[in-house]
């Protein structure tokens, strides 16, 4: 007798956490006393796998306690928690699992095997019209998310465009400044040229006749007071010129 009522509580138990799970919203009580029959208790530790992506999958998972992580290799795709479910879709196909499950915490999960599944499915049309309803459900979402990626898709390569385009321009000016950095180049050699010609080809012949100027200058006694004239006006204008070439340079 007391074996009898600590099942009757073990069943009920399960039924509630049935009832939260969305697949068996419609489902009525009998039919879920009957899955929950069904329904085996399996403990996880933390860091162990629940499943691996790849394996065949044949059975649903419900979280009684603890947390798990859906994940692909290191990438974590969400993290679930007690009353939650995963692998729901392995009810009705044997397709090799998508993504790994691993134990956050030490877990208690129950696990729904897809032949169990099926014995409670036959003939019951409202465990199958609650499939139905979860399966398009999931159908909208991907729709939903299929939307979001195409909007972000045209953004991100409206952007690769604009960027494509910044980059074209910055070439451009790249180019730009090459060219002006030659004809830069070009007058500074020019320049270079010029500052020879006037240092080599001007001042040292002016410094000559300067020197020249001014031994006339010491030898003044022996000119005559025009020569005298024609020597002061001489050197007057090759201190100009001296002066005007020293403010080129500087220059």
């Known amino acids: 007798m007391m074996d009898s009522q600590a099942d009757d509580v073990l069943i009920s138990d399960r039924v509630s956490i049935l009832r939260e799970v969305e697949i068996f919203s419609e489902t009525s009580d009998n039919v879920l006393m009957e899955i929950a029959s069904f329904l085996k208790e399996v403990k996880v530790k933390q860091g162990q796998n629940v499943f691996k992506k790849g394996e065949e999958g044949d059975a649903m998972f419900i979280i009684k306690s603890g947390a798990v992580r859906v994940h692909d290799g290191n990438h974590v795709l969400s ?58 459900k999931r159908i909208r979402e991907m729709n939903e998310l299929e939307g979001k990626l195409a909007k972000s898709y045209l953004s991100i390569q ?28 070009k ?42 004239e024609y020597t002061r006006l001489v050197h007057s204008s090759l201190r100009r010129m001296n002066s005007l070439i020293n403010q080129t340079l500087d220059i």
Do not use: W
């Open 79 to 136: 993290r679930l928690k007690s009353g939650q479910v995963f692998g729901e879709f392995a009810l009705f196909d044997n397709e090799s699992r998508s993504a790994s499950v691993t134990a956050e915490e030490s877990t208690i999960l129950f696990k729904l095997e897809q032949n169990d599944f099926y014995k409670v499915m036959m003939n019951k049309a409202e465990v199958t019209k609650g499939v139905l309803r979860k399966v398009l």
């Open 187 to 228: 007058l500074n050699e020019e320049k270079n040229q010029l500052i020879s010609i006037v240092s080599h080809g001007l001042r040292n012949p002016l410094t000559s006749s300067l020197c020249v100027i001014d031994l006339l200058e010491h030898e003044s006694e022996n000119l005559t007071e025009d020569q005298r």
């Open 158 to 185: 409206k952007q690769k465009n604009e960027i494509e385009e910044q980059n074209a321009n910055i070439l451009e000016q790249k180019k730009e400044l090459e060219a002006t950095n030659q004809q830069l180049l």
